[in-house]
């Protein structure tokens, strides 16, 4: 009798512990872009700042990573959040451009935060009004990165990009344009650019190799701008002294020694502000917009940490952040070339003080 009733016991319990299971919901989920959530850059970032709302108010989330780099594996993991009870989806990536378009419409009653994107660029696309789109103007931290490496002291830069997507691109150009910026301002003759950009975002032996060979020949620091990239970048430094690397997205610093300063996004922050006009009742003033959010805004900017630099100061920072706020600096770069033959063309021609060279 006692064993029976404690099989039964045992069913009932793991019954209960099923359906449990089976109901458990989560209202706010975030889908990872190429790469995972803990690649230290773009997802982390924007995961920390869907984490620390959700944590703060008490509300459930979850990250879905998707099988695949496609949108049909975009649109399943959508999909797959939606079923687990998301309300709200933080898509971080211009990738998702075209899922978001279809998913939109697919979930009329699921709110979407597009991070670098707008479902209006889609092919045929829109953006409706259950969707909130944010985009950076990174041209500006690339621009304060280069400025900031000219300024330390730096004459041989390089530029370790990961897929040549828009953002990506920006970030590039503006590192080009704030050196060369820089360089009129101290009557430098030349910088010298190594310029590439990766297939992916992913840390490979082959990242790491290019960067060690880039210090190996002269280059002083590098600005590894596209998710784990940077980890090669770094662990290229590292075995070559005194060489450095400008981080991205995120403040990096704490990641390795030879991080100076990162070319910051205000991923978490933004993430924080459209999560809390949907809890707040006031989706309203955002559903169905796009914003692009630059330095006035604290879109984007460098790490309030100067001890990593010898020569480049907190007043020389805020002098050139005031002049871009103010329109007496402007930053003229366009990243919207259709080959990638009219790309380098334009790279290397961006700027007269900086001698870009490019490797495909």
């Not at 803990?38 to 944590?55: H, I, L, M, R, T």
């Not at 045929?124 to 304060?144: D, H, P």
């Not at 330390?152 to 920006?170: Q, T």
């Not at 005194?242 to 910051?264: E, F, L, R, W, Y």
Request: net charge negative; glycine share 10%.
């Amino acid at each position: 009798m006692k064993k029976t009733l404690m099989f039964f016991l045992v069913v009932v319990i793991s019954a209960l512990a099923l359906i449990g299971c089976q109901t458990k919901t989560y209202e706010i989920a975030l889908i990872t872009d190429k790469g995972d959530i803990d690649d230290k850059s773009f997802n982390q970032g924007s995961w920390e700042g869907v984490k620390a709302f959700a944590e703060e108010r008490g509300i459930s989330h979850k990250y879905y990573r998707p099988a695949e780099v496609t949108d049909d594996a975009y649109l399943a993991a959508i999909d797959l959040a939606v079923k687990g009870g998301a309300k709200v989806i933080v898509t971080p990536g211009y990738l998702f451009t075209n899922a978001v378009n279809q998913a939109q419409k697919k979930h009329p009653t699921v709110k979407f935060i597009i991070l670098d994107a707008s479902p209006a660029d889609a092919e045929g696309g829109t953006i409706e009004s259950n969707v909130y789109s944010i985009f950076y103007k990174e041209e500006q931290a690339g621009f304060l990165a280069g400025y900031a490496a000219v300024h330390e002291g730096f004459r041989k830069l390089a530029f370790l990009g990961g897929m040549a997507v828009p953002a990506v691109k920006r970030f590039g150009l503006g590192f080009v344009f704030g050196a060369g910026f820089a360089a009129e301002e101290l009557d430098i003759d030349k910088i010298q650019m190594e310029y590439f950009h990766s297939d992916g975002f992913a840390a490979t032996p082959d990242i790491q190799a290019k960067a060690a060979g880039w210090y190996a020949a002269g280059t002083e620091v590098i600005f590894a701008c596209g998710g784990s990239i940077g980890q090669s970048a770094m662990a290229a430094a590292e075995a070559t002294e005194g060489k450095k690397v400008i981080g991205v997205d995120v403040n990096q610093k704490g990641d390795s020694p030879t991080v100076i300063t990162s070319a910051m996004k205000g991923l978490g922050a933004s993430v924080q502000y459209a999560l809390g006009k949907y809890y707040d009742g006031k989706w309203d003033e955002i559903g169905g917009t796009s914003v692009s959010l630059g330095i006035d805004q604290g879109g984007v900017g460098l790490p309030d940490d100067f001890e990593r630099f010898e020569n480049f100061t907190q007043a020389q920072y805020n002098e050139i952040v005031a002049k871009l706020i103010s329109g007496e600096v402007t930053i003229d770069v366009v990243s919207t070339q259709e080959t990638v033959e009219e790309y380098i063309e334009y790279v290397e021609n961006l700027h007269a003080k900086v001698n870009v060279i490019y490797h495909e």
